[in-house]
């Protein structure tokens, strides 16, 4: 006779104790912990109680439950004791993708961390006297190597690092300016990611905003009229995430410059992406490098590792020594500084950049990989799905530089289009990203897209196995 009693039901149901003194547990114990397997049996019991509180499980349905509990708890622990962050195969073409972490890091940069994080370190140790040291020291040097040349004559520069570019913003902003005014021009007051606008971190650091301007024309003039007693800045905001064109005009770096050391007021430019590489050598133009603020006469630059530098997300501040400095001694700092990690991938991208070594960055090699050389690993990829029953083309496509950076470029790249009878791109795509290694596609007029410029050429059988599984 059927069981209709919810009551009966409930005692079909094992104990906690019951499950754990079962043999067949007895491995996930040993591998996950008492502790996460008593979790995890509460939660699948508690799921199943509930279910038969609400009427939807019948008397076969529990005794099916019951006999699959070891199954289930298994499961369980697979999925709530695994990583969160989990590495994926970025196959849109966007070389900086926010959502996918931005810049890869080098090899040289993972082995750095890995010989300075499995241990102890000398962070903050002047290995030659013996003594307290400055975890600076590790990247200033590098940094001075590559960035004084183009510092004006007879002035020394200095870096400093924080946790991102927009605290670094902050931070000289509160530093240089706090209490006074700090003169922009409107078409230069940008939105971040994640809605954080430059007005608002200006706002945080205790400095007067000053617009002048219009938002597609600034001249020189506003920026000089609107200097007063209370004017501490003149700040450029490099329009790293949109451009604007047709009827504009903005003074030169130069043109600024020359006002502020007129009036002796520092000039700050943040320039967000903040390349080292010559952008030009891979056809993108109109994208200024740090070199190029410095050797304009800007007084302190900031600008991120984690897009064009192609290192860790941090925050740089590069310029004058008694700026930065004065930077350098704001309790803000202490709060901003990064840690070991970072300053271990830091300080490998550099020397990557010393030896001229650009290839071995990741976010460059991709930037310098020809279209013809993406065109032969599409084709390839391509014939392969056609004997797995795909319908696979090519076509010319652009790749982006994405991150906030160079927002009208485009390098010229091979796309490979993907259509099958049995599924649609939608379900393509959803199946890509719930592979082993989810793989992020894009669906355009109704397929699916890759664009291996951001695919590591060893991932491509992986892709292949992907679709063959749908």
């Known amino acids: 006779m059927a069981i209709t009693n919810k009551a009966d039901l409930f005692r079909k149901l094992p104990s906690i104790d019951e499950l754990l003194r079962r043999p067949e547990l007895l491995p996930f114990v040993e591998r996950d912990g008492h502790p996460a397997v008593t979790a995890a049996a509460r939660e699948v019991l508690g ?17 099916i439950a019951v006999a699959n509990l070891n199954d289930v708890i298994e499961r ?35 082995q750095h961390i890995r010989d300075t994080a499995t ?29 004084q040349p183009y510092a004006p004559e007879s002035q020394r520069l200095a870096s400093i690092v924080v946790n991102n570019n927009a605290a670094a913003v902050m931070i000289a902003l509160n530093t240089l300016a706090e209490g006074g005014e700090v003169i922009v021009s409107r078409g230069e007051l940008v939105e971040i990611g994640g809605s954080f606008r430059i007005p608002d971190v200006m706002a945080k650091s205790n400095a007067t905003l000053r617009e002048v301007g219009t938002t597609n024309r600034t001249r020189l003039v506003d920026y000089e009229q609107a200097i007063t007693e209370r004017t501490r800045l003149l700040l450029r905001v490099h329009r790293s995430n949109f451009s604007i064109v047709g009827f504009t005009e903005q003074p030169s770096l130069e043109e600024l410059v020359a006002l502020g050391q007129r009036r002796n007021i520092p000039v700050m430019e943040d320039l967000g992406s903040g390349a080292f590489f010559d952008l030009r050598h891979v056809g993108i133009h109109n994208e200024p490098g740090v070199g190029d603020s410095l050797r304009a006469g800007v007084d302190v630059v900031t600008f991120s590792g984690d897009k064009l530098l192609g290192g860790p ?18 309790p803000l700092f202490r709060a901003l500084r990064v840690d070991k990690l970072i300053y271990a991938a830091l300080e490998a991208t550099l020397l990557s950049y010393v030896k001229a070594d650009f290839g071995a960055i990741p976010t460059i090699h991709m930037m310098q990989l020809s279209k013809e050389t993406i065109t032969e690993r599409a084709d390839r990829l391509a014939r392969q799905l056609r004997l797995a029953g795909f319908f696979a083309e090519l076509r010319d496509g652009e790749s982006i530089i994405g991150g906030g950076a160079a927002p009208s470029a485009a390098i010229p ?20 990203r719930h592979y082993t290694t989810p793989i992020i596609a894009r669906v355009e007029e109704d397929r699916l897209v890759l664009d291996l410029r951001t695919v590591h050429p060893d991932h491509d059988l992986t892709i292949l196995a992907a679709l063959k599984g749908c």
């Open 47 to 63: 799921t199943l109680r509930e279910a038969i509180a609400s009427g939807s499980l019948d008397e076969a349905a529990v005794e």
């Open 76 to 110: 369980h622990l697979t999925q709530s004791l695994s990583y969160s962050l989990r590495p994926v195969i970025n196959a849109t073409g966007v070389i900086l993708h926010t959502n996918l972490g931005r810049a890869p890091l080098s090899e040289s940069a993972l």
């Open 119 to 147: 241990g102890y370190s000398n962070l903050e140790f002047d290995l030659d006297r013996g003594e307290r040291g400055k975890r600076d020291v590790h990247v200033d040097r590098l940094f001075a190597r590559l960035l």
């Open 313 to 330: 997300q941090a925050g740089i501040i590069s310029g004058r020594h008694d700026l930065v400095s004065r930077i350098r001694k704001n």
């Open 413 to 432: 790249t091979t796309l490979l289009t993907i259509t099958c009878d049995r599924t649609t791109p939608d379900e393509l795509s959803s199946h890509l």
